[in-house]
DNA sequence: ACCTGAACACCGTTCAAGT
DNA sequence: ACCTGAACACCGTTCAAGT
């Protein structure tokens, strides 16, 4: 019976992101931690600082475990939606983390390794300047916005409205195949690649 | 000094309700709920039960008090986009709210009353079936995921990466303009209108 | 330099007891 | 039917004390 290696802030980040990818974000406490560990509690405060320090930590090398983009496709256009595909799955590897870095105000430096991949491809698509800018932006919103709420149908409650709530008064009661669509579930990826196929044609599209 | 009036559930609900909105979701704490509301901690649990469905109903109220749409507009494009805004506008009215819906799940919820109108303008775009409820849906995804991000931005830390990191090897470093607009921080109100015009734009024009 | 247990303030919840 | 205080288990954090 050894004594225990000795405890590094490394070591301790990365059982944090253990514990939260497998029991959720809930599961990280300062205890639990320090049980996981085998240290005492108050062991990883001299390494971390306190809790608030250690989900930073946290949410940095998550947001670092991102990496980077090789577009693949012979257009801009579907190289664009290659990026936005691998970064939506990278995205949805680990919904927990991905979570809490949404929670902790980091969302916007998910954007970054994407965006230079994104950068490079409306350039190539003849886009310039400010409109270029507002087109890298408008499909890292997309993208991480989607995820976001993808995310979110998955856990929750699975409600899905009856038919007869989906009309308003004179609405077209009619269309009983767009009631039954909207009465099932929602197919997400299918969503995903529609809506961002739609956004990239209209962007790149020359102005006419 | 009269006693108290007796406690409502309502009355409950809708202290939480202040609480959050003033001083965010963790400042809703079962005591100081209870010292908002004069009464003793454990009387909160004859009227909710615990916090679990007090929050439950919390969001609940939310998802309930978005209200109804009226969309505005000469084509349904346009009014899609009124409905968009009007859409945008409520749920940022109260963010932390707005949060916690999207924390417990009921995101989709939210969905709801602007499902009705959005079903209506594509109709009358001449959507039918399944084209319908795709592109109804891929507009909900958009609006409410772009709030979650763009909410996220306002209480992130504010760091907007330096030019230089936006450039992998070999890219477009000759377009200042671009670099300048990517710098500086996003303009989300901006950000919102091309987007969803853009994707407005797509899926309601004919298939050519 | 690194680790420890005791102690503090705060939390959600249960329960027996009151009216 | 409604309210209460005492008590319990759990939490993050501080600190003096150890090596």
Redesign the interface.
Known sequence: MTARAPLTREEVVAVAADLVKQHGPQALTMRKLAAELGTAVTSIYWHVGNRESLLDALVERTVADLG?FRPRGATPQDRVLSVARTLRRRLRAHPHLIAMV??R?????MF?PA???L??EV?AAGL???R???A???VL??V???????R??E???A?H?REE????AG??EE?R??AR??AAP?DPE??FT??V???V???LDPPT
């Open positions: 980077g949404h929670e105000g980091l969302t916007e430096r970054l965006q230079q991949a950068v490079h350039h310039r300047g400010t270029a800018a507002e890298v932006r408008a919103f997309q991480v916005g989607h995820v976001l709420v993808e979110n149908r856990r929750a409650p409600q409205p709530e989906l009309w308003g609405t077209a269309d195949v767009l669509a909207l929602a299918r969503i529609t809506s196929r739609a956004l044609k209209s962007l």
